[in-house]
């Protein structure tokens, strides 16, 4: 059976999908035999791209991204677009109108988000696939870790962002998942390096990040926050025993303390929501996807295609957004959080003076059941991020890697590189995945 059609029947059972490619075509390359499915926020040239939301319901790019035109270049077959949260609002894909992803380990549980889907597929694929992913504030991470994936954020500026359908311009970065360590550092080299299109990519050299060997006396820092309060204990425990093995296999683990994390998730969401209340402006039912008639003028136009095309997540974030922004309030919230940002920065790069990686557990807890998430207030969504918030505000490359189980449900530790350090991260992450 070819793998759309395979792909369609396994979508049946467990939603991951927005859009399917109407065929597949490969070529010669690295990425020969390959499916590559794309988060809804990364256009495809033909393809629907909605980026999980109404108001872009209709939209089909005349181009590809640059990440989609570097895997075609290298044979791979694009099948079409995964599901996520409404722009990448969310920690569970459920804010959408589109398909909600089940967790194929739980179909009662939560994928994670934003990138449900693309974790999702790569967990359920039975044919060669890899995932073109996102990170604003975790999203590549959580997802991986509650199906059980391998999820990589490069650094920021690592990977070319044209093409991306932005949510926070100053945290995004197009990531990848993959089953293994291996097959996510194949398609990482490939989407990795310089663009014309976007001056915001390094044109730092690229190495083959598929050259995976054991890392020498591999320095692990344990950062102490990231630990106890607001952890699961049996989630921990998982993290614990792989680090201990880690250590028998002649890792160092080593104490080190990253003070500022306690002020990350609000610096981190000021500054998040402050951009995409200026980014969604955009859309205004003009220019792409959901067009209405007509009438009144511009306001009433507008304020009629955004109340019928934004979620009510997206209409929080725009109105939060906008309220850090307005003068009077700018210097408390938007200014003071570039502030803590800041700190967080140096947090990191203090720390990697003494250490290779950070190790964590990804999430604080293993998936949540969906009647669970009905029952959690806005709040309690955003202060599910607290263990991946810190790194994306760093723009360091971060990876989580299965380790395990807790209440049988997949378990993902997470290590943290510095800047452009992907290469030793993956080979890390290479190590506990053979343990
Ligand atoms: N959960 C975070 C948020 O809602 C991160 C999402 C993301 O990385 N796109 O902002």
Not at 43 to 53: D, R, Y
Not at 248 to 264: N, R
Not at 384 to 392: E, Q, S, Y
């Amino acid at each position: 059976m070819n793998s759309l059609k395979r792909a369609k029947e396994l979508d049946q059972e467990y939603h991951f999908m927005n859009a399917f490619a109407d065929s597949l075509d490969s070529g010669e390359g690295r990425l020969k035999g390959y499916t590559v499915s794309v988060k809804d926020n990364v256009c495809v040239k033909g393809v629907q791209s909605t980026a999980g939301s109404k108001v872009l319901e209709g939209y089909v790019p005349p181009f590809d991204a640059t990440v989609i035109a570097k895997c075609r270049a290298e044979g791979a077959s694009i099948l079409g677009k995964t599901t996520q949260d409404e722009f990448g609002f969310g920690t569970f894909n459920v804010n959408t109108p589109f398909n909600k992803p089940l967790n194929p380990h739980d179909p009662e549980r939560s994928t994670g988000g934003s990138s449900g889907g693309a974790a999702c597929i790569t967990a359920v694929a039975d044919f060669p696939h890899l995932a073109i992913s996102e990170s604003t504030g975790g999203s590549i991470s959580c997802p991986a870790s509650w199906c059980g994936v391998v999820g990589v954020t490069p650094t920021y500026g690592r990977v070319s962002r044209w093409g991306l359908i932005d949510y926070a311009n100053s945290l995004d970065k197009i990531g990848v998942m993959g089953k293994t360590v291996k097959e996510a550092a194949l398609l990482l080299s490939v989407i990795s390096g310089p663009d014309k299109y976007d001056s915001t990519v390094l044109d730092t050299p690229v190495p083959d990040y598929t050259e995976l060997e054991s890392v020498e006396e591999l320095k692990v820092g344990v950062p102490k926050e990231y630990y106890g309060e607001g952890i699961n204990s049996d989630v921990e425990k998982t993290i614990w025993s792989t680090l201990k093995k880690l250590e028998s296999k002649g890792a160092k683990l080593i104490d080190v303390s990253l003070p500022h994390t306690k002020y990350a998730l609000s610096s981190y969401y000021i500054i998040a929501m402050a951009e995409a209340s200026t980014n969604l402006s955009k859309f205004s039912g003009l220019r792409y996807g959901l067009q209405e008639h007509i009438e009144g003028d511009f306001n009433q136009y507008f304020s009629k295609i955004r109340t019928l095309g934004f979620g009510d997540e997206s209409k929080r974030r725009v109105m939060l957004g906008t309220f850090t922004r307005m003068a009077g309030y700018r210097d408390a919230y938007y200014l003071k959080a570039l502030k803590v940002r800041t700190k967080v920065i140096e947090d990191f790069k203090h720390a990697f003076e003494a250490v290779d990686v950070l190790a964590a557990p990804t999430m604080p807890v293993v998936a949540p059941r969906f009647d669970e998430i009905e029952e959690l207030e806005p709040i309690q969504h955003y202060m599910m991020d607290i263990l991946t918030v810190a790194p994306n505000l760093a723009g360091i490359p971060m990876v989580s890697v299965p380790c395990g189980t807790s209440e049988d449900m997949p378990v993902g530790l997470h290590l943290m590189a510095d800047h452009l350090q992907e290469h030793t991260m993956l080979r890390a992450a290479w190590e506990v995945e053979n343990l």
